[in-house]
Nanobody, 127 residues
Framework: QFRVVESGGGLVQPGGSLRLSCKPHGLVYDHYGLGWFRQAPGKQREAIACFSGSAGGSTFYADAVTGRFSILHDHAENTMFLQMERLKPEDTGVYFC???????????????????WGQGTQVSVST
């Protein structure tokens, strides 16, 4: 069964850090690549980072998180991480991981390019 499972969310103070995990089942993420997304209350889902996998291994970040978030890998466990540093209240939202519709392509910061979504994990940044 193909699915993606996120974990690692929680409550953190501004300036703090969190590491989210994304583990696909039924596919090797290094072949497909993966994307990270978030959705704040009342807002549309936005792409924040993606990894292209075997299509050159390139990684892209949205401007809002560049320099603070980074994608890390554990290929042996088929798990990708989103390391989040210097968190801000505006980073609050449900964070999703997703696999793209097509393998072996450069990833896109576009939710429409992804079709296998996890259930999401809540990240709250507050005092």
């Amino acid at each position: 069964q193909f699915r993606v499972v996120e974990s690692g969310g929680g409550l953190v103070q501004p300036g703090g850090s969190l590491r989210l995990s994304c583990k696909p089942h039924g596919l090797v993420y290094d072949h497909y690549g993966l994307g990270w997304f978030r959705q704040a209350p009342g807002k549309q889902r936005e792409a924040i980072a993606c990894f292209s996998g075997s299509a050159g291994g390139s990684t892209f970040y949205a401007d809002a998180v560049t320099g603070r978030f980074s994608i890390l890998h554990d290929h042996a466990e088929n798990t990708m991480f989103l390391q989040m540093e210097r968190l801000k209240p505006e980073d609050t939202g449900v964070y999703f991981c997703a696999a793209p519709k097509t393998a072996y392509t450069t990833c896109k910061l576009d939710p429409g390019a992804y079709e296998l979504w996890g259930q999401g994990t809540q990240v709250s940044v507050s005092t």
